[in-house]
């Protein structure tokens, strides 16, 4: 497609060899309204090596850049100087592409060859699947598709939390109170009663904890009871897990979860030992941290049995092992920060320069309205009743809506999903939030029934107008500011594709596509179509196409769907 912002670099750069084309991209600014033009070039660095005023500069630079076909002018405002877009060149540009690429709009290949880890989700088996976990499970798949669009080869991983202490306080409890039936009947929440239950008693009688602690070993060691326990535990939480992973149209490509590693770990302890960076601590073993600012890694306990810690390196080895990835992503909340800091610390101090591609990606928390969630305490809102109460809350605003609609259920739960995503994704992941079931449900505003609303509001308008996608089109009609306005927010997509790769922040895509569909629907309330005179019409259709060709996209990447009717 047409580069325009390349063209304006070239532009500058063969009047300014003073700069690099790097340095000139750099400084290249988009201005805060269109009448301002769509590039802006500030002057003021160049004021020494031209020894003249920074505007003066501008109006020389302006002035030279003379005709050029892709632009409407050129032409100097203080010191900057402002490039206009040719708006029929844009039109066209765009358009077209669309109509090439259709659904593979936007991606590239830019990430050939290189293979990238997304791990996320990754929740602890035996504690439910609860409204916190949302986040990752969101924010990672979003990421996944991003990477994958941009031709990256991508590997989705749920690091479950299949082990550690806890897995020893449920085998615990279970031996105390358990009861298989009972469990088996409805796992999840058989299985945090006796979680919470176990807390709870624990905090009466401090020897639990060391039952707990026995137990995990015995796992460690592997005693059959307790991996037998282990495996049913896991197997009926996963098979509770994958409930809601259906729901979300989510696949991992690998469930290796922390118990994978159990057999991995002691290779690298071993390697840690060698190049003299474990150190004995009260019989543990650690890694001192101290010079960097950071309390000590925890490798190994003084009963022999490992950490949270020791099987995330042994898991980042592996990982370098298996995909040689280019990079290692991990979403994961901020609350663990420090420790991802401390591990991939650990690996840099073992030699390996692949620290550096391992990446965690933060993100902040999510409380309710009245407080804050608990596992240990069994406050949790489930994320599977969170998906159902939004579903069956769509279903009733259907009914009102659009009571003949079609396979309603289908569309209930396109949309009803699709807004807990979107609401998910609408804000910087770093940022906390309060959970809503208002907010969360609500169809006005910036939501994402408002934009699925949009995008099947632009397919029935083509059915409407029997548009053909063959059609010839005279793309010079489209020159009024509505219609324009759409088609730069269309031309601009590819570019916020590849920010949120860059920047890992889904909500680049999400705000942009509620752009899009603002605009959009302030050309389709101002712009007659199907009454037009036949090209204007085909060409206001084949806009409209574009439209909900990008919007679709824009929703897929965000993990979400695009029903045609809704
Ligand atoms: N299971 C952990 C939790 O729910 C998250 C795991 C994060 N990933 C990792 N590689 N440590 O808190």
Redesign the pocket.
């Known amino acids: 497609m047409l580069d325009f912002k390349e063209i304006v670099v070239k532009l500058i750069s063969k009047e300014v060899e003073t700069l690099s084309e790097e340095e000139i991209i750099s400084l290249i600014e988009i201005p805060p309204s269109y009448d301002m033009g769509d590039y802006a070039f500030p002057c003021f660095r160049l004021a020494k090596a031209f020894r003249k005023a920074p505007n003066l500069i501008a109006e020389e630079l302006a002035s030279r850049f003379g005709d050029n076909v892709n632009f409407e002018k050129i032409e100097n405002a203080g010191p900057y100087v402002n490039f206009f877009i040719n708006r029929n060149k844009l039109v066209e540009t765009v358009l077209k592409e669309i109509k090439e690429k259709s659904s593979g709009y936007g991606s590239s290949n830019l990430g050939e060859g290189k293979t990238v880890i997304v791990?996320y989700s990754?929740?602890?088996i035996a504690k439910p699947f609860h409204i916190g976990?949302i986040r990752t499970t969101v924010i990672g798949n979003s990421i996944f598709k991003i990477y994958k669009f941009l031709g990256f080869n991508t590997i989705a991983i749920n690091?479950l939390?299949d082990y550690g202490t806890q897995f020893g306080m449920l085998i615990a409890a279970y031996k105390k109170w358990g009861d298989r039936k009972v469990i088996e009947a409805d796992p999840i929440n058989e299985l945090l009663k006796l979680y919470v239950k176990f807390n709870a008693e624990a905090d009466l009688n401090e020897s639990l904890r060391d039952e707990a602690r026995y137990w995990f070993k015995e796992l460690e060691d592997k005693n059959e009871e307790a991996l037998e326990l282990w495996q049913w535990i896991r197997d009926i939480s996963l098979k509770e897990f994958n409930k809601v992973y259906d729901m979300l149209n989510i696949k991992f490509d690998s469930y290796a979860g922390e118990s994978f590693y159990s057999d991995k770990m002691e290779k690298v302890i071993k390697e840690m030992e060698l190049k003299g960076i474990l150190k004995e601590s009260k019989g543990a073993f650690i890694v001192d941290l101290e010079p960097y600012g950071m309390p000590p890694a925890l490798i190994k306990k003084s009963d022999g049995s490992t950490l949270?810690t020791t099987r995330?390196i042994a898991?980042a080895f592996y990982r370098k092992e298996t995909y040689d990835f280019y990079k290692n992503i991990?979403v994961?909340?901020s609350q663990?920060n420090l420790?991802f800091k401390q591990w991939m610390k650990v690996i840099e101090l073992m030699g390996y320069e692949w620290a550096n591609d391992c990446i965690h990606i933060p993100f902040g928390m999510v409380s309710l309205e009245d407080g804050t969630l608990s596992t240990r305490k069994g406050r949790v809102v489930f994320l599977e009743d969170v998906l159902n109460t939004a579903i069956k809350n769509t279903l009733n605003i259907i009914e009102e809506r659009n009571p003949n609609l079609k396979n309603k259920e289908e569309v209930a739960k396109q949309v009803g999903i699709g807004a807990v995503i979107f609401q998910e994704l609408f804000n910087q992941r770093i940022k906390d939030y309060v959970f809503s079931w208002d907010r969360t449900l609500s169809f006005e505003g910036e939501t994402g029934p408002y934009v699925q609303y949009t995008h099947a509001r632009a397919t029935s308008l083509l059915e409407k107008g029997e548009f053909n996608l063959e059609d010839d089109i005279d793309y010079s009609l489209l020159k009024t500011e509505e219609e324009v306005n759409v088609a730069r927010l269309l031309y601009d997509f590819p570019n916020v594709i590849i920010n949120a790769m860059e920047k890992n922040e889904p909500y680049f895509i999400t705000r942009h596509i509620i752009e899009i569909a603002k605009t959009f629907n302030k050309f389709y309330n101002t712009c007659p179509i199907i009454s037009e005179e036949e090209n204007l019409k085909k060409a206001r259709l084949m806009l409209s196409y574009a439209t909900k060709t990008v919007i679709k996209i824009g929703l897929g990447l965000l993990g979400m769907e695009a029903p045609d009717k809704m």
């Open positions: 791990e990754s929740p602890n976990h690091h939390g949270y995330d898991a991990y994961v909340a663990q420790h």
